[in-house]
């Protein structure tokens, strides 16, 4: 036993060429073991410490909840805690909003309510805090805490403006996010809120908490909370469910559950098939060697374990650098995500702070890349067992017992001499190409979701035309102040001619469009109240509607026969009691004046407008509307211009508080800021992925060439040129990466294509068409094809170093 040991030391030492290659492929396949382990860990273990912090410590939020309704919620058995938030009242910031509201002790804990500095809570009927933006749009000075404030409000958003001096008692977070959109928050004390508001118009959004088993999956939390809402006759659509914070805090259910075996299966299952390429490309060569030994007595069940003890040598240096390296680089993947996101702080806090060390962990990696070093050795330790001493001193990879017939050629060329290589180690060339193809398959599904995640999307929901949007930002049915809705608004003549033309007349202009909103009120439904109906030319109805159509018809001409119509938020179509086909009454309020309709339902649909219903310029016409109902302009300017339009538009929008500019540069950023931390972990992943490719090609291409080194002396001896076999040498590496990319763009695209066919159904933020990820799928090419441009030419020249005589005399 003790001599089969020495003998696998000695051959280890002996070949220490490829020794050193074999463990170092099983440490880089136990590192990267270790970092998927890790980091799947890390995450899991983040979003369990961490999910009340990121998400809210709250499964639901029960809204529009009156006082009576609030003490009976706050006394039920099923719920384990409850807070109370309000929002007081809305603030006249220019053109910026803000709000006011009260939290009480529960909800601030809840939600996550963070201060910065020496801020406290407001206590007093006359203190607030809020962000410093929110000061700065009404102070000429820079906010301090103690520093006193004017702050106009209207009560619910309703009555009149009321003015009242607050003292600072401190600030909320700054974001960029709210820069960006304009809108702000502030807290006021339980003490203001309870004189401002009467009992009977407050209006409460109960954050709340269950009580649960100890095993209640995901899927029965939900179903308890909806059943707790309908006994308390809260309706569906006050009901929001705290999604993310549920499915963390619950035993997972049974699609989590699949999710991750299925996801855990495929890592495995790849990392196996690596290795396994790895070890056996390296051991297989050693058989004819180890025929040697069976010639002059070994038994197989020795020969076994020589080829066993290997591996285990091999193994018990490499895996535990592996792991150790393995560790470090998760911790380095994780700091880079931390400093990737600067969308939430508490993100990257949570991130930052993630223990990711992990005995279960590291031992879990360990052994599974014992058990795969263990299923590699076994296939070249039956080849060695079962050859007898004659077959096995002469023994080749891929010798068969049939007989083969030997081709010759009248001329020897590269081309020739490569396919030769290839071919005659058939198993090796289709295992590698496969293993390459599989983790270059799971670079090109990602990228098809990556390089689908389209900012500019999202920022056209906002400004779907031109650089710049100009609406009215107007009330619908504000009954103390009807001058701000928008029927009234448009007597104002805000975007009237002589408007659009002083638009049209700024420098750098090149396109004005504009279109128009109207005011309608649908009898019989009251509880809907005033809502919008937007006028649409023929090109934009196809553009915004038909294609969100979610059920009925959108075709303009029938619309336009029929006196049509179709409802913009189908989510709400069926809540609503609305059927395709239905006639419904309107009044369209043209200024102080009702102009009856009917129109006819004939679709619904998810259009991301800010109107509720649709119709065509031709039905409009009918109605014979004496106001001028523009309520929207899109401008489109020269690149070069665009700043100096925007001072312009702003200056001439300034007189009014009705306007509201937006522009589609401001809109991107808010979808960047969005996707980004989205997209940067998956970009994460794929540099994980991309490890495992080159590793496996690199193991390959210097495996081949280091055990054919006397065999390519012996050609050079012949008259081989070291250009030429430099030649051969890439030719081989190109057929490798010219598989790998045929597998890699095959498979990878039909998969990567049903991935974002799911993700758009999931309604994922930025992704709507689809086109082939061609820069991802080139950068992965060009970077395979580099690297294998690189180590043949590397291993050419390591060649060279070697007189010809040393690589004709060398054996393995």
């Known amino acids: 036993m003790k001599a089969v ?57 029960f809204t529009g909840i009156s006082e009576e309704k609030k003490q009976e919620i706050s006394v039920r058995g099923e719920i384990e805690k409850a807070g109370s938030m309000s929002s007081v009242a809305t603030v006249e910031l220019g053109k910026a909003s803000g709000v006011l509201s009260y939290y009480d002790q529960n909800a601030r804990a809840m939600s996550n309510l963070k201060m910065t500095g020496q801020s406290r809570i407001p206590t007093g009927e006359n203190e607030i805090m809020a962000q410093k933006s929110f000061f700065k749009k009404l102070m000429k000075k820079k906010p301090k805490i103690g520093d006193t404030v004017t702050v106009p409000y209207r009560i619910n958003g309703e009555g009149t403006v009321l003015r009242k001096k607050f003292t600072i008692t401190g600030f909320l977070p700054d974001s960029e996010m709210n820069d960006l959109k304009q809108a702000y928050g502030a807290v006021v004390s339980k003490e203001f809120f309870e004189k401002a508001v009467p009992v009977e118009q407050r209006s409460y959004t109960l954050c709340v908490k269950m009580k649960k088993a100890d095993k209640v999956t995901e899927n029965g939390l939900k179903e308890s909370i909806n059943q707790l809402a309908e006994k308390l006759s809260i309706p569906e659509k006050n009901v929001s469910l705290n999604t993310i914070f549920i499915m963390w805090d619950t035993d997972p259910g049974a699609e989590t559950v699949a999710a991750g075996v299925f996801i855990a299966a495929v890592v ?46 091999l193994s018990g ?70 050859v007898s001493p004659v077959e096995a001193v002469r023994y080749q990879e891929n010798t068969g017992k049939k007989k083969q017939k030997r081709k010759g050629c009248r001329q020897v060329k590269l081309i020739g001499l490569t396919r030769a290589n290839l071919s005659s180690n058939r198993k090796r060339t289709l295992m590698t190409i496969l293993t390459m193809g599989l983790s270059c398959v799971m670079f090109v599904t990602i990228a098809n979701l990556c390089g689908n995640m389209d900012p500019a999307y999202e920022a056209k929901k906002d400004v779907k035309k031109g650089d710049f949007y100009l609406t009215l930002d107007t009330k619908l049915d504000d009954k103390t102040y009807p001058e701000k809705n928008l029927n009234r608004v448009q007597e104002q003549g805000l975007m009237n001619a002589s408007v659009v033309e002083k638009i049209k007349k700024i420098d750098g202009v090149t396109k004005v469009e504009t279109g128009k909103w109207a005011a309608v009120k649908v009898r019989g439904n009251e509880e809907e109240g005033t809502s919008v109906i937007q006028i649409l030319s023929k090109k934009d109805f196809n553009a915004f509607v038909k294609s969100g159509l979610e059920r009925g018809s959108a075709d303009y001409e029938q619309l336009v026969k029929e006196s049509g119509t179709v409802y913009l938020w189908d989510h709400f179509f069926d809540e609503n009691g609305y059927h395709i086909g239905d006639k419904i009454s309107m009044d369209l309020l043209d200024g102080e004046r009702k102009v009856p309709l009917t129109l006819k339902i004939t679709g619904s649909a998810n259009a991301h407008l800010e109107a509720s219903w649709a119709m065509t310029e031709e039905t409009f016409k009918k109605l014979r ?117 045929l597998i890699s763009l095959t498979f990878g695209n039909a998969a990567g294509y049903m991935l974002f066919l799911k993700c758009k159904d999931t309604g994922m933020i930025g992704i709507n068409d689809y086109h082939f990820p061609m820069a991802e799928i080139l950068v992965m090419a060009g970077i395979l094809l580099m690297l294998q441009i690189l180590l043949s030419a590397f291993m050419s020249r390591k060649l060279q170093k070697d007189s010809l005589v040393e690589r004709i005399r060398y054996e393995e």
């Open 5 to 61: 040991t020495q003998l696998s030391k000695k051959n280890l030492t002996q070949t220490r060429s490829r020794s050193i290659l074999i463990g170092i492929s099983i440490m880089l396949t136990t590192a990267l073991l270790t970092i998927i382990g890790l980091s799947c860990n890390g995450i899991l273990k983040m979003n369990s410490h961490n999910s009340s912090v990121l998400y809210g410590d709250f499964h639901a939020a």
């Open 268 to 313: 495995i299952l790849f990392s196996i098939v690596v290795i396994y390429n790895i070890f056996y490309v390296g051991m297989i060569q050693k058989v004819q060697e180890y025929g040697k030994l069976r010639a002059i007595g070994m038994t197989k069940k020795q020969m076994k374990q020589m080829i066993f003890r290997e591996g285990m040598i």
């Open 317 to 386: 240096i490499s895996i535990p650098v592996g792991l150790i390296v393995g560790y470090f680089g998760t911790d380095l993947f994780f700091t880079k995500i931390a400093g990737f996101s600067s969308v939430n702080e508490s993100i990257n806090e949570a991130i930052a702070n993630t223990q990711l060390f992990s005995i279960p962990v590291l031992a879990g990696a360990g052994i599974l890349s014992l058990i795969t070093v263990c299923l590699s050795v076994k296939r070249p330790m039956q080849i060695a067992a079962k």
């Open 625 to 741: 509307v004496k106001g001028n109902l523009t309520s929207e302009i899109y401008i489109s300017c020269l690149p070069e211009k665009k700043t100096a339009v925007e001072k312009q538009l702003r200056n001439l929008t300034g007189g009014s508080e009705f306007y509201d500019l937006l522009s589609y540069d401001d809109a991107y950023r808010t979808a960047q800021l969005g996707i980004g931390l989205l997209r940067d972990s998956l970009y994460a992943l794929l540099f994980v992925i991309g490890i495992i490719g080159f590793m496996n090609m690199a193991n390959t291409l210097i495996t081949s060439i280091v055990t054919r080194k006397k065999e390519l002396g012996i050609l050079q001896a012949l008259g081989m040129t070291n250009r030429q076999l430099a030649r051969m040498l890439q030719m081989e590496g190109l057929i490798f990466t010219a598989g790998t990319l």
